[in-house]
Protein backbone atom coordinates (compact mmCIF):
# COMPACT_ATOMS: atom_id res chain seq x y z
CA UNK A 1 0.00 0.00 0.00
CA UNK A 2 1.32 3.40 -0.85
CA UNK A 3 0.03 6.59 1.02
CA UNK A 4 -0.05 10.34 0.37
CA UNK A 5 -1.68 12.61 3.02
CA UNK A 6 -2.07 16.07 1.98
CA UNK A 7 -3.79 18.66 3.29
CA UNK A 8 -1.42 20.44 5.83
CA UNK A 9 -0.87 24.40 6.09
CA UNK A 10 -0.75 27.14 8.38
CA UNK A 11 -3.38 27.82 10.07
CA UNK A 12 -4.09 30.24 13.15
CA UNK A 13 -5.05 29.05 16.71
CA UNK A 14 -8.53 28.00 16.86
CA UNK A 15 -8.69 27.11 12.78
CA UNK A 16 -9.18 23.88 11.35
CA UNK A 17 -7.75 21.89 8.91
CA UNK A 18 -8.44 18.61 7.05
CA UNK A 19 -5.88 16.36 6.18
CA UNK A 20 -6.36 13.53 3.51
CA UNK A 21 -4.32 10.45 2.64
CA UNK A 22 -4.88 8.85 -0.33
CA UNK A 23 -3.82 4.77 -0.76
CA UNK A 24 -3.11 3.05 -4.07
CA UNK A 25 -1.52 -0.53 -4.32
CA UNK A 26 -2.90 -3.59 -2.13
CA UNK A 27 -6.20 -1.36 -1.21
CA UNK A 28 -8.32 -4.22 -1.71
CA UNK A 29 -7.31 -5.94 1.42
CA UNK A 30 -8.00 -4.39 4.76
CA UNK A 31 -5.68 -2.70 6.94
CA UNK A 32 -6.05 -0.12 9.95
CA UNK A 33 -5.32 3.31 9.36
CA UNK A 34 -3.80 5.74 11.88
CA UNK A 35 -2.41 9.10 11.65
CA UNK A 36 0.69 10.51 13.58
CA UNK A 37 2.30 13.35 14.15
CA UNK A 38 6.25 14.50 14.71
CA UNK A 39 6.95 18.04 15.99
CA UNK A 40 10.66 19.12 15.47
CA UNK A 41 13.05 17.19 18.26
CA UNK A 42 10.25 15.20 19.56
CA UNK A 43 9.46 11.22 18.54
CA UNK A 44 6.64 10.86 16.33
CA UNK A 45 3.02 10.28 18.26
CA UNK A 46 -0.21 8.51 17.77
CA UNK A 47 -2.94 11.18 16.87
CA UNK A 48 -5.77 8.30 15.78
CA UNK A 49 -6.37 5.12 14.48
CA UNK A 50 -9.62 3.69 12.29
CA UNK A 51 -10.20 0.30 11.41
CA UNK A 52 -11.16 -0.81 8.02
CA UNK A 53 -14.66 -1.28 8.74
CA UNK A 54 -14.59 2.48 10.75
CA UNK A 55 -16.35 0.94 13.85
CA UNK A 56 -13.38 1.12 16.08
CA UNK A 57 -11.64 4.68 16.42
CA UNK A 58 -8.93 5.30 18.75
CA UNK A 59 -7.88 9.04 19.75
CA UNK A 60 -5.08 10.11 21.61
CA UNK A 61 -5.87 12.03 24.60
CA UNK A 62 -4.34 15.28 23.57
CA UNK A 63 -6.71 15.76 20.19
CA UNK A 64 -9.49 14.22 21.78
CA UNK A 65 -13.06 16.64 21.26
CA UNK A 66 -11.37 18.50 18.51
CA UNK A 67 -9.97 15.90 15.67
CA UNK A 68 -11.93 13.53 13.95
CA UNK A 69 -10.73 10.45 11.86
CA UNK A 70 -12.86 8.99 9.15
CA UNK A 71 -12.39 6.86 5.67
CA UNK A 72 -13.91 5.95 2.40
CA UNK A 73 -12.96 2.67 1.61
CA UNK A 74 -14.95 3.08 -1.92
CA UNK A 75 -12.35 5.83 -2.60
CA UNK A 76 -9.52 4.11 -1.07
CA UNK A 77 -9.11 7.96 1.04
CA UNK A 78 -8.30 8.58 4.56
CA UNK A 79 -9.41 12.15 6.52
CA UNK A 80 -8.61 13.69 10.07
CA UNK A 81 -10.86 16.40 10.42
CA UNK A 82 -8.84 18.94 12.91
CA UNK A 83 -10.81 21.39 14.81
CA UNK A 84 -9.80 24.28 18.04
CA UNK A 85 -6.14 23.64 16.28
CA UNK A 86 -3.55 24.66 19.07
CA UNK A 87 -0.11 25.78 18.34
CA UNK A 88 1.24 22.49 20.42
CA UNK A 89 -0.33 21.06 17.15
CA UNK A 90 2.44 22.15 15.11
CA UNK A 91 4.11 18.99 13.62
CA UNK A 92 4.46 16.76 10.44
CA UNK A 93 1.33 14.68 9.70
CA UNK A 94 2.04 11.04 8.84
CA UNK A 95 -0.35 8.78 7.58
CA UNK A 96 0.23 4.99 8.05
CA UNK A 97 -1.27 1.60 7.56
CA UNK A 98 -1.43 -1.57 9.34
CA UNK A 99 -1.74 -5.01 7.07
CA UNK A 100 -1.98 -7.34 10.04
CA UNK A 101 -4.68 -6.14 12.59
CA UNK A 102 -8.23 -5.53 12.98
CA UNK A 103 -7.91 -2.40 15.06
CA UNK A 104 -5.20 0.55 15.67
CA UNK A 105 -2.65 0.43 17.85
CA UNK A 106 -0.56 3.58 18.93
CA UNK A 107 2.77 2.43 18.44
CA UNK A 108 4.78 3.36 15.45
CA UNK A 109 6.63 -0.09 15.03
CA UNK A 110 2.82 -1.70 14.20
CA UNK A 111 2.30 0.07 11.00
CA UNK A 112 4.07 -1.17 7.81
CA UNK A 113 3.16 1.59 5.50
CA UNK A 114 3.60 5.04 5.61
CA UNK A 115 2.79 8.25 3.62
CA UNK A 116 5.55 11.09 3.23
CA UNK A 117 3.94 13.53 5.56
CA UNK A 118 2.34 16.46 5.08
CA UNK A 119 3.29 19.93 7.66
CA UNK A 120 0.70 21.52 10.25
CA UNK A 121 1.73 25.20 11.63
CA UNK A 122 -0.66 26.58 13.76
CA UNK A 123 0.36 30.06 14.50
CA UNK A 124 -0.38 31.78 18.01
Known amino acids: VQLQASGGGLVQTGGSLRLSCAAS????????MGWFRQAPGKEREFVAGISWSGRTISYADSVKGRFTISRDNAKNTGFLQMNSLKPEDTAVYHCSADSTRVWATTRPIDYDFWGQGTLVTVSS
Open 25 to 32: GRTSSPYV
